[in-house]
């Protein structure tokens, strides 16, 4: 019980205070990202989703990998990072707005062709 109060605490202690620009976040954030920005590249390729939704994505998510970069391996340059976050994360929000609406296009166009 008393080692589970002291992972406990270190825990908190990490949370407050905010290891964001360190290695496991780096890694914890820019494969999911990185796989973003490869489904939003493949989306190119067929004819399901629009323009906006595919250029949306890829530009979200290069913009999301480059802050991650800039944030990890360049702390100082914290506000040029941020100047990379604030469109990123707005066109990543746009992408999936515009993926999901889709999706539950198609999805509703196979439900009811049965």
């Known amino acids: 019980a008393e080692q589970k109060l002291i992972f406990q605490a270190a825990g908190e202690a990490l949370l407050v205070k905010g290891v964001h620009g360190g290695g496991a976040v780096f890694i914890g954030f820019f494969i999911p990202t990185l796989a973003n920005m490869l489904f939003a590249f493949a989306m190119r390729k ?3 989703f629009g323009k906006i939704t595919v250029i949306s994505g890829i ?6 990998l480059l802050y991650l970069i800039v944030i ?4 100082e340059a914290g506000q040029f990072a941020i100047v990379l976050a604030m469109p990123g994360g707005v ?3 746009i992408w999936m707005i515009l993926f999901t609406a889709r999706l539950f296009k198609i999805c509703n166009r196979i ?4």
Request: hydrophobic letters at 50%; proline letters at 5%; a neutral charge.
């Open 91 to 93: 066109l990543i929000m």
């Open 59 to 64: 530009a979200g998510n290069i913009l999301m």
């Open 111 to 114: 439900n009811h062709t049965d």
């Open 46 to 48: 067929g004819k399901v």
């Open 72 to 75: 990890t391996f360049i702390p």
